[in-house]
């Protein structure tokens, strides 16, 4: 592990039960982070998401994706990300290609596609087990308080 909850929380706005990236277990530079979610039953989306067949809902997969970005860009302008401003998701192009289930870890991939100073885009992959289960092209701005 690279980054535990805490240094993740010293990053990222969200806080639980919205905090959806459990840990950093990857660094490439400013080029791409490697992120953790342990998937776990307790978890209250899935009581209505399915009963009798609980499954992670694809918002949240794009919001792990989303944190795991957020991260991706820190790193690359911590003068930026030093003012606190809030991010904002703006355009999303995913596919889902298989569930993910209570008890999977989904290992979130994010590559740096293009970081401008208040704009940011990325690829990232989601995948359970070395599968693909997601696949999305993330844009999004960075906003001053």
């Known amino acids: 592990m690279v980054w535990d909850k805490e240094k993740i929380k010293s990053v990222l706005p969200h806080r639980e039960p919205f905090i959806f990236i459990d840990e950093i277990i990857e660094i490439h530079g400013t080029e791409k982070v490697v992120a953790v979610k342990e998937v776990n039953r307790a978890e209250d989306y899935f009581k209505g998401h399915f009963p009798g067949n609980p499954v992670m809902p694809g918002v949240l997969m794009i919001e792990a994706m989303a ?51 208040y704009a940011a885009i990325t690829d990232v992959s989601a995948k359970v087990n070395d599968n693909v289960v997601a696949v999305a092209n993330l844009v999004f701005s960075i906003q001053r308080k």
């Open 67 to 117: 944190q795991a970005s957020i991260i991706l860009f820190v790193l690359d302008r911590p003068e930026i990300a030093a003012a606190d401003p809030d991010y904002y998701l703006g355009k999303v192009k995913a596919e889902f290609l298989a569930p993910v289930y209570p008890g999977d870890r989904l290992i979130v991939e994010t590559n740096k596609v293009k970081f401008l100073d």
